[in-house]
């Protein structure tokens, strides 16, 4: 095992119990490479009631290589694929810095709940209806929260 990743790793777990990130909650971070946490939808966004949980694993090769994200109860949106996983560019390898943590990543994800990208779509379904009909998503997505 990496001592730096995990020196890295739990530098961010307790900036993250001093400066909480708002709508974001970790619930368990007992294994210190896998966390499980809560991520609550940004008012004035359709995901506004739902609560999401998440699961943020690590890797050895952490800051290096970012981590690996997942929603436990998948909400309905373009950027999110069936299985929980997130499309979003600062989890890509070759958008990821090492300069990036959990809090740039919860920002973003909270920020995408707000504004999702439709040209990167991960659930194209939820890509086409949010391009056709913002309202029609809109409904669709408060449905999904219930």
């Known amino acids: 095992m ?12 307790e900036n993250l119990k001093k400066e909480e990130i708002e709508g974001f909650t970790i ?9 499980k946490g809560i ?16 699961q943020i694993t690590f ?5 290096i290589k970012p981590p690996s994200l997942k929603f436990l109860k998948v909400p309905y ?3 999110i694929y069936r299985d929980g996983k997130i499309c979003i560019d600062i989890l890509e390898i070759g958008s990821w810095a090492p300069s ?30 949010f391009k056709s009909s913002k309202e029609l998503f809109y409904e669709t997505v408060k449905k999904n929260i219930k």
């Open 2 to 13: 990496s001592s730096f990743a995990l020196k890295r790793i739990t530098k961010e777990l």
């Open 27 to 35: 619930t368990d971070s007992e294994n210190i490479w896998i966390w």
């Open 39 to 54: 991520l609550k939808g940004p008012n004035d966004s359709p995901y506004e009631k739902g609560i999401f949980p998440i």
């Open 59 to 63: 890797n050895e090769d952490y800051p």
């Open 77 to 79: 949106h373009p950027n």
């Open 100 to 129: 990036q943590n959990i809090r740039t990543i919860i920002l973003s994800i909270r920020s995408l709940f707000m504004d999702p990208n439709p040209d990167s779509p991960a659930n194209s379904d939820a890509a086409k209806l």
